[in-house]
């Protein structure tokens, strides 16, 4: 059969159209990739996936072809992609988690872990995963002389109770939540962390559930909350509930969105600068006054950088992507990492993304104080952002040429990861923009932020209009 590796193979997982792209045939192939890769051949490795109709016959397929190279599955079912984390780093094992995030229902995908839940990319082993998996599927899977065993496990309660233990929820003011599971698994871990489900204490939160029922057809609106259109419901049912706050979860849970007393998004900005403070603090607590690292991407807001300064750590900027993030994480030690995207990588859950934890702090910060979300949130939005904005052009080179070359004679520029350009206004207050490539989709990336409105829209508008042009 004819597939397009290069395609289906992205920079930090495995993403295609169900049984066009990506079919039971070529999972196989890849577990076994993944399998001879990590040397797992007589080792266990985790297999989970998220509710999409094709995930558990997927999952079933990765088992077949890690089994045929000798690895012995460990499947923990439905899950979160933070859930399959915590199985890899409790376990010290590697994992594969079956789901395509907040692509529609006609997508699916693979997110690889190595023991330990440490990202795996094009530049840390996947293209040598995609490169023997061509071959299996060409020549077909030889058996090992002894296959691997099967066997379920379920995580789940352990899993809640190890966020309940990074984030004390027990003692903050009681407060109304309302969450938005797009129908994704956060119907299945909310309910487990936050509520009773998994035999955990309750706590002084009471949770409006919103399309919590497992259905990967999405079929109230996409497990996306990144795309405005995607939280109008939860902002309403805020408002209208007159709840404290309300969190939107992507389709396999692993980022979290934020809303506020009055139906206004809390940046994803302002959280990591909140969530990046709180962690200070508690590590300092614990003892660490020295060498404290927190990462950031470099399209987050300049807040982030100036709360890790204020408080005494080392910000450290980093390009944008899941696995190279991670992959930073490990090499600093940091404590803490945060991405425009609302990815939340912490060092206690082994260096991994977690919205669900990001979510707990958040509930913490707002169940420590007297004051609203809206005013708690204030402080760490002081400037104006655009948002990313995402266009299609034919001729992305060209389209950046652009660009680069209208602010060439004013302004500094640095290629660190698309292009960002900054300077300062006829005021001389500061901005900043970042155009950049997207690693997963055929779209060019624009990001703006300035201390003052009207240069962020003039800013905005003129870039938009030269790279549409």
Partial sequence: MSVNWDAIVKTYDVRGLVD?????????????????????????VIVGHDMRDSSPLFAEAFARGAQKRGANVISIGLCSTDESYFASGALNLPAAMFTASHNPATYNGIKF?????????????????????????????????????????????????????????SNVKPMRVVVDAANGMGGLTVPAVLSTAAGLPALPIEIIDMYFELDGTFPNHEANPLEPANLVDLQKAVVEHK???????????DRCFVIDENG??????AVAAMVARREIARVKALGESSDITVLYNLITSRVVAEVIAEDGAKGERTKVGHSLIKDRMAETNAIFGGEHSAHYYFRDFWGADNGMLAAMHVLAEFGSQPESLSAISKQYNPYFLSGEINSRVEDVPAAKAKVEGRFADSSTIDHFDGITI??????????????????TEPLLRLNVEAKTQSTMESLRDEVLSLIRS
């Fill in 243 to 253: 709840a404290d706050l309300g969190l939107a979860f992507d389709g396999d849970a």
């Fill in 20 to 44: 066009i792209d990506l079919t039971a045939a070529v999972v196989e192939a890849l577990a076994a990739g993944f399998v001879d890769e990590l040397e797992a051949a007589g080792q266990s």
């Fill in 264 to 269: 206004d998004p809390v940046t994803p900005s």
């Fill in 422 to 439: 900054s300077g300062t206004d006829s005021a001389g207050d500061w901005w900043w923009l970042n155009v950049r490539a997207s690693n």
């Fill in 113 to 169: 872990s190595r023991a330990g839940a440490r990202g795996i990319s094009l530049d840390t082993g996947l293209a040598i995963i995609r490169d023997r998996a061509k071959v299996y599927l060409t020549d077909g899977i030889p058996e090992v002389q002894t296959p691997g065993t099967f066997s379920n496990k379920d995580v789940l309660a352990d899993y809640a109770a190890y966020l309940r233990q990074l984030v004390d929820l």
